[in-house]
């Protein structure tokens, strides 16, 4: 599967973005897809997770009421709906695709798209 994130931009804090990532390769809708993000000086964090039909969204804490995860099986493409936005959601954000989200084992990723947050 090949991923390609975009979206990513320069927003104040309490705007919103929508981060995409577009699927190829193989069959999208087999695989669970998620999002996670890295900053500098941080690991890289979870950030959310949908199953291969869209169920069971999971959530970071951190952004839990602020973002939402879905998928759009027949674009191939899974969104990141970000409201509210804080200085500390700043990162390079990344999707990924897994054949099992419970695993957490993510075989598959796209090469990052940045977030900036400005107070």
């Known amino acids: 599967v090949q991923l390609q994130a975009s979206g990513g931009g320069l927003v104040q804090a309490g705007g919103s973005l929508r981060l995409s990532c577009a699927a190829s390769?193989?069959?999208?809708?087999?695989?669970?897809m998620g999002w996670f993000r890295h900053s500098p000086g941080k690991e890289r964090e979870f950030v959310a997770s949908?199953?291969?039909?869209?169920?069971?969204?999971s959530y970071a804490d951190s952004v839990k009421g602020r973002f939402t995860i879905s998928r759009d099986n027949a674009k191939n493409t899974v969104y990141l709906q970000m409201n509210s936005l804080k200085p500390e959601d700043t990162a390079v954000y990344y999707c990924?695709?897994?054949?099992?989200?419970?695993?957490?084992?993510?075989?598959?990723w796209g090469q990052g798209t940045q977030v900036t947050v400005s107070s």
């Open positions: 390769g193989r069959i999208f809708s087999n695989y669970g």
């Open positions: 990924a695709a897994t054949s099992s989200v419970l695993s957490g084992r993510w075989e598959y």
């Open positions: 949908l199953v291969w039909s869209g169920g069971w969204p």
